[in-house]
């Protein structure tokens, strides 16, 4: 599907920079004029999908995240988060509601929370090579009446 506007930011896995990708998110997404509710719907599947490349893949070291953004034909927003840390040994498990690595300070709701919040959501990892997070939204907009 080719692209109308992109956007590809990397930074450091600090968790100051989840704020950040949020708001660039924001800022990439207004452009397609999003409600409220998308708008809070794309930040909120940015932040889970930036925290987890934080907290669980560079356990023990800062590696780089990166954020592609991606205005597609039909009003579609991609949203791509990429990292190149530890990976996920088993998908499926990593995907059930409740499961974390990351300690009892964690839910283990991330994956959920982006696949509700998104029309689409796709997750590849490899162990020691990373994980990269692909999700799609499509905005109606707040001038389309719908």
Do not use: W
Request: aromatic share 4%; hydrophobic share 40%; proline share 5%.
């Amino acid at each position: 599907m080719k692209q109308e506007n992109e956007t590809i930011v990397q930074f450091p896995s600090l968790s100051a920079n989840e704020a950040l990708a949020r708001q660039i998110a924001a800022a990439f997404a207004a452009q397609m004029d999003p409600t409220l509710d998308e708008l809070g719907d794309v930040k909120t599947a940015v932040s889970e999908a930036v925290t987890n490349a934080i907290v669980h893949a560079y356990p023990d070291r800062i590696g780089p995240v990166s954020l592609r953004l991606r205005r597609l034909p039909e009003n579609v927003l991609e949203i791509t988060v990429k990292d190149r840390g530890c990976g996920i040994p088993d998908l499926a498990k990593a995907r059930e509601p409740m499961f974390t690595t990351g300690g009892a300070e964690r839910s283990g709701m991330g994956f959920t929370i982006m696949e509700s919040f998104m029309n689409s959501f796709t997750l590849r990892s490899a162990p020691g090579r990373g994980t990269t997070v692909r999700m799609r939204k499509k905005l109606t907009g707040r001038g389309s009446g719908d």
